[in-house]
């Protein structure tokens, strides 16, 4: 039962090309992230989104675009891919509480991306 | 902003010994710290966590870390290292909206790459 899933794990394509990774959580939770990891190994935020709503856009290209059909799912379409986009893209999820942090950030496996 | 240190790039230790793996952040409220672990080619696993209480907190694996709030640190330890832990540890902080609703925006560090020898 993983409770955080992403497909594909393993994505080689050219660039120029449009793809999209997949995302499902069954956690119950209402808010999804996708994180990118760099070479270097550097996680960063990209999108936060909370019951289907953006609520994290950490100044990514426009050619990434988040998609959260239900609270469930967050899928990432990547247009015009650049040798710049190889990374580890990571999707997570949480239940956002008020008042603080009641719960952690539950992450998937992550997928690679490798443009060329 | 927030952010997260992480001084050692690479740590090797022999089997058995113990560890402790540093990290520092820097962020003007209270902080919710985290470690999380990556195995080659794996995702993050949750190793720990600190939201407030108890500034020593235990983990899976036989971690635990302690938060030192005069020293900005949130060190991980293990008492005697297993092969298995080989991994690259990252250590992050959370990011609570002040508006009331928690943000849910992690800062990670640099990752440490942890090497086990037999």
């Known amino acids: 039962d993983t409770a955080v899933s992403q497909t594909p794990k393993y994505l080689v394509t050219q660039m120029g090309n449009d793809k999209s990774i997949k995302c499902e959580q069954n956690l119950g939770h209402d808010t999804m992230y996708w994180y990118k990891q760099d070479s270097k190994k550097f996680l960063k935020i990209m999108f936060s989104y909370n019951n289907k709503e953006l609520i994290i856009n950490e100044t990514v290209p426009n050619r990434f675009s988040p998609k959260s059909p239900d609270k469930a799912h967050l899928n990432l379409h990547i247009n015009s891919l650049e040798l710049g986009d190889s990374a580890v893209y990571f999707c997570?999820?949480?239940?956002?509480?008020?008042?603080?942090?009641?719960?952690?950030?539950?992450f998937g496996e992550g997928s690679w991306l490798t443009v060329v | 902003a927030q952010s997260v240190t992480q001084p050692d790039i690479h740590i090797t230790v022999s089997e058995g010994a113990s560890l402790e793996l540093r990290c520092n952040y820097s962020y003007g409220a209270t902080p919710y710290l985290f470690w999380y672990v990556q195995s080659p080619g794996q995702g993050l696993q949750l190793l720990l966590k600190y939201f407030s209480g108890d500034t020593l907190v235990q983990g899976i694996k036989g971690f635990e870390a302690e938060f030192k709030r005069s020293q900005s640190s949130f060190n991980l330890r293990k008492p005697s290292v297993h092969w298995s832990d080989a991994a690259e540890y990252f250590c992050a902080v959370g990011v609570f909206n002040a508006g009331g609703t928690s943000y849910g925006k992690l800062t990670f560090g640099q990752g440490t790459i942890l090497t086990v020898h037999p």
């Open positions: 997570a999820s949480s239940q956002r509480l008020p008042g603080g942090w009641g719960n952690t950030i539950y």
